[in-house]
């Protein structure tokens, strides 16, 4: 055993390791955890968007879709259950249920982006008039958005109905009327903002008419939350427009629209579900893919991550 003088210093030990941690393991392929929530979240996105993009092609051009006749009747095949020659199977008077169900998307939309673009129309001129106001006027257009925003859509749908009777044009006007304060209260809030703001301070200050101020400065800059607000109401418009064709006071038969359709098919619900089924669901989805696109849009809106 070799004694260690003074200043040497010890040499390092070698350390010697297990054979079996010596052996280089296979690398393996790193997992995203987040690659199966992208794809969910890309689905998500893509479904809603596609499904409201064939939506408008039927709107637009049904006969790409099909070529079938919605109105040609076959008492022979009445009540056909979906197969190769009728997809969505046929009504009890043998007409062709997906055929109706295309072309009835026209009016059923057709309806609810009318009566969407009057709301907002009137909407946006009562919204600016009581921002704009003198108090008194404005404490009485306020009151009376907040009492007609008491009452559901569809019953004060059905009150203006049952005044102008039923129609095309007065379930438009009465789904319309239904909406005006949910975009009036928006908008007039919004001005209450926009008034009090520099820049439009500025221009009064340097004289500029008011109605140039209000066309150039307060419009614009008012109308930020409306589309949001009217992808939302477009669908609630969808199901406003369904629940009075149901109820008769919409198109009338042998027009196919979406409520209509369901109304008829009421009475055949044991023997034929196919009927309703597909009117209901055309109905379901649009309204659903609507308010997804709305809400995105929304938190887009709100600086939120979609």
Known sequence: MRVLTRGESRPARKILRPWHATRSSPARPARSASSGSAAADLLRRLVPVAFLALLAVAVAAPGLVTDADPLA???????APPGGAHWFGSDHLGRDVLARVVHGARHSISIGVAATALAVTAGVLLGLAAGLSPKWLDEALARSFDVLSTLPELLLALLVVAITG???????LAIAVAQIPNYARVIRAQTFVVRHSGYVEQALTFGRPRLAIVA???????LGPIPVLATIGLGQAVIASSGLSFLGMG????AAEWGAMLSEARNYLRVAWWEALFPGLAITLTVVC?????????RRFEGRTP
């Open 73 to 79: 009747a076959d008492p022979l095949n009445a009540l």
């Open 290 to 298: 609507l308010t997804v696109v709305g809400r995105r849009l929304q």
């Open 166 to 172: 039923p129609g095309t044009g007065n379930v438009i």
């Open 216 to 222: 150039g400065h307060v419009l614009p800059n008012v």
């Open 251 to 254: 198109p009338q038969p042998p």
